[in-house]
């Protein structure tokens, strides 16, 4: 990834920043220009929850590579407070007792690092929402 494009996504990546359409009320994660419901262009942003429970997931036990130090790790589908669906990295719990419904939250961590430029690159993960 380019510099200037992982800067571009620093809103839904770090805040995780969704548009509201103005008009249906309906929320896209990520923002986007135009309305697939309704066709309407104006948006509020909002800033998501991250709190939400497991819908789906899959244990990911040979990984690609930059990620065989990290295995074995899930990845799920969390469903938001806010009726939106995310998929990301499930991360501190026991990938064998990790089940669907479990209350995640997400959380600012590191994805990785890019040979080339070195640039760290950050985003949301889930951990088990532990109420604290």
Known sequence: MNVPKHWREIPERYRMEAGKC????????????????CGNKEFD???????????????IRTAPE????????????VELKEGVKVMGQITDCNTETLKTGDQLVAKF??????????MIMYSYKFVPDLGI
């Open 66 to 77: 930059g990620f065989e130090d990290f295995t074995p790790y899930a990845i799920g589908i």
């Open 22 to 37: 103005t008009k249906c009320t309906k929320i896209l994660f990520p923002a986007r220009l135009v309305c697939p419901f």
């Open 109 to 118: 961590r590191r994805m990785n690092e890019e040979g080339k430029t070195g």
């Open 45 to 59: 942003k909002i800033n998501l929850s991250g709190k939400g429970k497991l819908l789906t997931y899959t244990i």
